[in-house]
């Protein structure tokens, strides 16, 4: 009698799976590696809600931007590599966990960065996850039976390892230049893939991206919850009036709530038909993780003005809820809404989007943001049911 044996191996060849393979769901790893990724997220989002808390608006944002998009980059680049050649054997975990490692480096620097304006912390950290991910590069260019995509894998080797040269490199640039420097880095980070993929393109799950994307924004719409409930659990434990506090966590509430229903409200997969649509949409949602993870920090700063510890006004404290949610926003308008809606629902969401930006100018921002967003989820529940009439009539 034959035995298979159900053991992973330590190392077989990395090939490319099959893009519309059936039943292909995330995996443990992949959660785990979501799971700790958030914990960079949360560093950036309390720093910037202390910054933010303390008047100190222009100065968190651009260290907001760039944490955020070390996060996001790294994120990104594993989970379409995944999607591809994930083989899940002992080398692949082992070079993943390193990423997971330098994720953690990457949280360590987060408070050094936004207090002193000092990434090099974060800088080591981010080149960690990078390195790790020319390792898994190298292994697809050595032994993917399909030479361009061998190429294709070698393209991001050279390009990676290249542009986290320039990273390291910035540390050493004066200040005048850091910003500049910046700048170029991020365009060839996101220039490595439009040139690695015009060779051969790597074969990702549509059904699989758009599962990890959508499990992505759940950790971080959890993340901004939890950061107002703590702002509100402190507050309480503090003594102070409740009457504001909990039309700001109602509000809060119904916000995040609205927030998840329109990411969701129609499926994703059916949207990822090309690589240029791909990256265009996966591109896009820097805008949605980072504003999702920003309204949390922002509704932690209106707690703060409602308990009298921060250092603005309402109206500023208002707009901290209401410019990342006119983001979101508008990015889920651009990315989910738009392909699928026709006629005038295409426009409620700019539309909400501006009020939602006029919200602040009210005496109860936070509950005014809080309608017009439940209001927009209303008007989609209705356009979709009609749209299904015609289908079940026929």
Excluded at 125 to 153: F, H, K
Excluded at 177 to 200: H, K, M, N, Y
Excluded at 271 to 285: D, F, I, P, Q
Excluded at 359 to 369: D, E, F, H, K, S
Aim: charged share 15%; with cysteine; glycine share 6%.
């Amino acid at each position: 009698m034959t035995h298979t044996s159900a053991r992973r191996p330590w190392y077989q060849p990395m090939v490319a799976r099959q893009p519309h393979e059936p039943h292909r769901a995330s995996t443990p790893l992949e959660l785990f590696f979501d799971l700790c990724f958030v914990v960079a997220v949360a560093q950036a989002a309390g720093e910037l809600h202390h910054e933010v808390a303390e008047d100190h608006v222009w100065h968190a944002m651009p260290s907001y931007l760039m944490v955020f998009f070390a996060i996001w980059w790294a994120w990104m680049n594993f989970t379409w590599f995944a999607s591809a050649y994930d083989t899940d054997d002992d080398v692949y975990r082992l070079t993943t966990l390193v990423q997971v490692a330098g994720a953690l480096v990457l949280a360590a620097g987060v408070p050094r960065a936004f207090i002193d304006a000092d990434f090099t912390i974060i800088t080591i950290g981010y080149v960690i996850m990078r390195l790790a991910m020319v390792a898994q590069w190298l292994r697809v260019a050595r032994t993917d039976v399909e030479p361009g995509r061998r190429a294709c894998g070698r393209r991001y080797a050279i390009g990676i390892t290249l542009v986290q040269v320039g990273w390291v490199l910035r540390l050493m640039l004066p200040d005048e230049l850091l910003v500049p420097g910046l700048v170029l880095l991020v365009l060839a980070e996101l220039a490595v893939p439009i040139w690695a993929e015009r060779v051969a393109e790597t074969t990702w799950h549509p059904e699989h991206i758009a599962e990890r994307y959508g499990l992505f924004t759940i950790i971080v719409l959890g993340e901004s919850v939890l950061a107002a409930s703590i702002a509100v659990q402190s507050a309480v434990d503090a003594h102070e009036e409740l009457a504001g506090l909990l039309w700001v966590a109602g509000g809060g509430v119904v916000i995040v709530f609205a927030m998840w229903w329109l990411y969701f409200d129609r499926p994703a997969s059916g949207l990822l038909t090309s690589m240029r649509v791909a990256l265009r949409w996966g591109y896009g949602h820097y805008l949605i993780f980072a504003s999702a993870a920003a309204v949390g920090a922002g509704l932690a700063v209106a707690v703060d003005y409602e308990t009298h510890k921060a250092h603005l006004g309402g109206v500023a404290a208002g707009y901290a809820v209401a410019v990342p949610v006119a983001v979101y926003l508008a990015s889920v308008w651009f990315l989910h809404a738009r392909p699928h809606q026709h006629g005038l629902i295409v426009a409620a969401y700019p539309v909400t989007a501006v009020l939602v930006l006029l919200a602040p100018l009210t005496p109860a921002p936070v509950p005014v943001v809080a309608v017009v967003v439940a209001a927009l989820v209303a008007v989609t529940v209705a356009a979709g049911h009609r749209e299904r009439r015609p289908v079940e009539a026929g």
